[in-house]
């Protein structure tokens, strides 16, 4: 699956999902279990180097895998910390995209590409919250 539809995917599963709670630890253990339910392989801290770790790396399951995927939660909106964490994610080879994912649709980062890696926003639970 080729990014943009890879990066599709997972933003439709993750504002499709309901998060009984938004606190950074809770939103990353949601988003594993979505991501895995609905067949992705996943790697939780993946290990980028430098110290740096990737909250959640996304795939497609062998012999599929044609990009894999930096899922980054970021509810409190996108700071000068996490920006600069996102150009060193995106310079990774492993990392084909990158998918922000937010609480509220106001807290969207601008920048669509970080070092010519695509990145798109996922707000939490917004289609789940939407059909509720």
Known sequence: MHVELLTQRVVELI???AFPHLDHR?????LALVLAGAGLVIVR???LGG????PLLVAEPFPRVEAS???VPALGGV??????RLVRYAQHPAVDGLV?????P??????????GIPVRTAVAGARAESDA
């Open 15 to 17: 504002e499709g999902s």
């Open 26 to 30: 809770s939103v990353l253990a949601a």
């Open 45 to 47: 801290d993946y290990a």
């Open 51 to 54: 110290g740096d770790r990737l």
């Open 69 to 71: 995927l930096g899922v």
């Open 79 to 84: 700071d000068d910390e996490l920006g600069a």
């Open 100 to 104: 922000v994912v937010n609480a509220f």
């Open 106 to 115: 106001d807290l969207i980062p601008r920048p669509r590409f970080v070092d």
